[in-house]
């Protein structure tokens, strides 16, 4: 059996090249796989592999003063979920438009709520309460808190952009959450910089949630690995996407057959055999007839 790993601290690193040539020599050392991203603002990383594997991982970080207190969400896997190991180095952690300095201006991030009174906001929530999920659109799509509002983004780097549509509840309780953690933190000292006053955000995110309270969320949590995909109630998964081509309940994530396209969308079983695996009339015509150019070469 396997173990998944995810984790970040925002912090100073001074040098990145160093940590990063480190880094890598554990991880092969070790064996595991998944993406590291290293920054002068921290660490941010997914990591699978052996489960005395991501132990000795675990404990070597945390013996680094920087990342003492860490946090790891994990989860037992089987076999491999990512095809490789990637490490590198980055301006931010998580990519936002707009630059904001959460290492040096640590007053910029949202107060943390516990699972426990997230939950109760979730049971509760008044008209003075706004749920704002962090996430991309694809994400939400797929799986959601109840009552949440969910952004149209493609990307957590258009979230700047979108905080224009949010000045009405600019004097209400906003409180955020995201898959593990990393991205509230910027995007609730985004909200702060642009004079929101209320603001908080889940600790540890989704996925540490998830431990207390699986039922409350909606559908499965989206996962950046080949799993694409968890449910959190393993009891009772309630699936609330629908397929792009018939409408129908699914929550099958693909990616168009025609790499010109290549986007990922949600489908049925049987709309991914009629359409042969693609989004659209328009790319299934286009497969055909390379299809066919292919053939009588």
């Given at each position: 059996?396997?173990?998944v790993?995810?984790?970040?601290?925002?912090?100073?690193?001074?040098?990145?090249?160093?940590?990063?040539?480190?880094q890598?020599?554990?991880?092969?050392?070790?064996n595991?796989?998944?993406?590291?991203?290293?920054?002068?603002?921290?660490?941010?990383?997914?990591?699978?592999?052996?489960?005395?594997?991501?132990?000795?991982?675990?404990?070597?970080?945390?013996?680094?003063?920087?990342?003492?207190?860490?946090?790891?969400?994990?989860?037992?896997i089987?076999?491999?979920?990512?095809?490789?190991?990637?490490?590198?180095?980055?301006?931010?952690?998580?990519?936002l438009?707009?630059k904001?300095?959460?290492?040096?201006?640590?007053?910029?991030?949202?107060?943390?709520?516990?699972?426990?009174?997230?939950h109760?906001?979730?049971?509760?929530?008044?008209?003075?309460?706004?749920?704002?999920?962090?996430?991309?659109?694809?994400?939400?799509?797929?799986?959601?808190?109840?009552?949440?509002?969910?952004?149209?983004?493609d990307?957590?780097?258009d979230l700047?952009?979108?905080?224009?549509?949010?000045?009405?509840?600019?004097?209400?309780?906003?409180?955020?959450?995201?898959?593990?953690?990393?991205?509230?933190?910027?995007?609730?000292?985004?909200?702060?910089?642009?004079?929101?006053?209320n603001?908080?955000?889940?600790?540890?995110?989704?996925?540490?949630?998830a431990?207390?309270?699986?039922?409350?969320?909606?559908?499965?949590?989206?996962v950046?690995?080949?799993?694409?995909?968890?449910?959190?109630?393993?009891?009772?998964?309630?699936?609330?996407?629908?397929?792009?081509?018939?409408?129908?309940?699914?929550?099958?994530?693909?990616?168009?057959?025609?790499?010109?396209?290549?986007?990922?969308?949600?489908?049925?079983?049987?709309?991914?055999?009629?359409?042969?695996?693609t989004?659209s009339l328009?790319?299934?015509?286009?497969?055909?007839?390379?299809?066919?150019k292919?053939?009588?070469?």
């Open positions: 059996m396997n173990r790993i995810l984790y970040y601290k925002y912090i100073k690193i001074d040098n990145p090249k160093a940590f990063l040539k480190s890598k020599k554990l991880c092969l050392r070790l595991l796989k998944g993406r590291i991203i290293i920054s002068w603002e921290g660490l941010n990383g997914t990591l699978s592999g052996l489960k005395n594997n991501i132990e000795i991982y675990k404990n070597i970080l945390l013996e680094d003063t920087r990342f003492e207190d860490i946090v790891f969400k994990e989860s037992d089987k076999g491999d979920i990512f095809p490789k190991l990637s490490i590198k180095i980055r301006d931010e952690i998580v990519t438009k707009e904001i300095d959460i290492v040096s201006e640590n007053s910029l991030k949202g107060k943390y709520i516990s699972p426990e009174d997230f109760d906001i979730v049971l509760n929530k008044d008209g003075d309460t706004i749920i704002l999920d962090a996430r991309n659109n694809y994400e939400s799509l797929i799986g959601r808190f109840k009552g949440a509002l969910t952004p149209d983004i990307n957590f780097r700047p952009g979108y905080i224009e549509n949010l000045k009405e509840y600019r004097d209400k309780k906003i409180v955020m959450y995201c898959t593990g953690g990393v991205r509230c933190e910027k995007a609730s000292a985004l909200l702060i910089k642009r004079g929101f006053r603001v908080y955000q889940l600790k540890e995110g989704i996925l540490n949630y431990k207390y309270y699986p039922e409350d969320f909606e559908g499965k949590c989206y950046f690995d080949k799993r694409i995909s968890v449910p959190l109630d393993k009891n009772n998964v309630k699936i609330i996407s629908k397929c792009k081509h018939c409408n129908i309940i699914s929550d099958i994530y693909i990616n168009c057959a025609n790499k010109q396209c290549n986007m990922q969308f949600i489908s049925c079983k049987n709309c991914i055999e009629k359409f042969h695996h989004c328009d790319c299934k015509s286009f497969i055909t007839i390379h299809s066919f292919n053939l009588n070469k």
